[in-house]
C-alpha cells in the first residue's frame, strides 16, 4: 500500500513570497489533514478536510494560509505571503474515518 | 481550547533502563493516540486507547489510559538504542470530528 505523498520535500524562500505544498492521501482514506510542527514541538492542526469538504480550520491563519480539497482526493495549501514565523515543516496526513493517522514525509519550509 | 501536556521533555537513559513519559489532558478525552517520531522523521502511529483504565502491551511497551479519560502513560521496558526518537501523546474530545490535539513530546535519547 503506498504511503501519504508530499512534494517539495523541501523549500526555500524569502519573507514575503509565496509558496504551494501538494499531498496524496493515501487512496480511499476520507479523512486529510495538515499539520505545521515547528522545532522542538508536537504537531499543530491547521485544516482537517473530510471528503472535499472543512471539518476544523479554527487554527487556520486565514489571512495568510489558504487549503483545498478538490475532488476529495489531494489537496495543497498555500501560504501568501510567507512570515519568518511559518518556517516549519508541513506535514500531511490521512486516515480513514475512525483511526490511526498516516502521516507524509513533510515538507521543510525555510522563510529568509 | 482542549490542552494535552507532557512529561518529561527530555529524557536520556542508558540502554536497558526502563523509560515512561506521562500525558494529561485539560479535558475528558473520547480517545487517546501514541505516535513516535524519529529523528528527522514524520510521526508513526503506535497505538489507541479508548476504554477507561485501559492498559495494552507491545513487546516491550506498555500503555495505560487512566481511569477518568484524562491521563495516560508509556512505559518501556529495557530501553534499546532503536527506541530513540520522540514520543508523542494525542488525544481527541469527544464530538470533535476526530480532530488530534498533540502533546510536545518526550525526546527520548539511549546511550549505548
Known amino acids: 500500500e503506498a504511503g501519504v505523498a508530499q512534494s517539495p520535500r523541501y523549500k526555500i524562500i524569502e519573507k514575503r513570497q509565496s509558496v504551494a505544498f501538494w499531498c496524496n492521501p493515501i487512496?480511499?482514506?476520507?479523512?486529510l489533514y495538515w499539520y505545521q510542527q515547528i522545532l522542538g514541538q508536537g504537531p499543530k492542526l491547521l485544516i482537517q478536510f473530510q471528503n472535499n469538504g472543512v471539518v476544523d480550520d479554527s487554527q487556520l491563519p486565514k489571512d495568510r494560509f489558504s487549503a483545498e480539497r478538490l475532488k476529495g482526493v489531494d489537496s495543497t495549501l498555500k501560504i501568501q505571503p510567507a512570515k519568518l514565523e511559518d518556517s516549519a515543516v508541513y506535514l500531511c496526513a490521512s486516515s480513514s474515518l475512525f483511526g490511526e493517522q498516516y502521516f507524509g514525509p513533510g515538507t521543510r519550509l525555510t522563510v529568509t | 481550547g482542549q490542552q494535552v501536556m507532557q512529561i518529561p521533555q527530555y529524557q536520556h537513559v542508558q540502554e536497558g533502563e526502563d523509560f515512561t513519559t506521562y500525558c494529561n489532558s485539560s479535558t475528558t478525552l473520547s480517545n487517546i493516540q501514541w505516535y513516535k517520531q524519529r529523528p528527522g522523521g514524520h510521526p508513526v502511529f503506535l497505538i489507541q486507547?479508548?476504554?477507561?483504565?485501559e492498559v495494552k502491551k507491545q513487546k516491550r511497551l506498555t500503555f495505560q489510559f487512566g481511569e477518568a479519560k484524562k491521563n495516560s502513560s508509556l512505559h518501556i521496558t529495557a530501553t534499546q538504542t532503536t527506541d530513540v526518537g520522540t514520543y508523542f501523546c494525542?488525544?481527541?474530545?469527544?464530538?470533535?470530528?476526530?480532530?488530534?490535539?498533540f502533546g510536545k513530546g518526550t525526546l527520548l535519547t539511549v546511550n549505548p
Open positions: 486507547l479508548v476504554k477507561s483504565g
Open positions: 494525542a488525544g481527541i474530545s469527544g464530538g470533535s470530528n476526530y480532530k488530534l490535539t
Open positions: 487512496s480511499g482514506h476520507a479523512t
